[in-house]
């Protein structure tokens, strides 16, 4: 049986198409690892806020228990009561 070898040519591209085959599978896992860290990140920033959301609650009962009901202007300060 005759030995069959490709052409210099084909055996370029071909190792071509194996580079760029690696650099896309690179691509991929550093995305991969890119979005590893953003989910944290995004974990992280929605802790931190519950615990804003927890203080601004707790911050708006206290107000309320001291002022009672009504609607607050923030630039005055001013506390309109509601009936």
């Known amino acids: ?7 210099e040519e084909e055996l370029q591209k071909l190792k071509k ?4 085959e690696n650099e896309i599978i690179v691509a991929l896992g ?3 690892y890119q979005q ?3 989910d944290e990140q995004k974990d992280q920033i929605k802790q931190t806020k519950k615990e ?3 203080m601004r609650a707790d911050f708006a009962a206290e107000l309320t228990k001291k ?4 609607l607050l202007n923030t630039e005055t300060g001013e506390i309109t009561p509601q009936k």
């Open 1 to 7: 049986m005759e030995k069959k070898v490709l052409t």
């Open 17 to 20: 198409f194996q580079e760029k």
């Open 30 to 32: 550093q995305i991969a």
């Open 36 to 38: 590893e860290n953003l």
């Open 52 to 54: 804003f959301d927890k």
């Open 67 to 70: 002022y009672g009901d009504g």
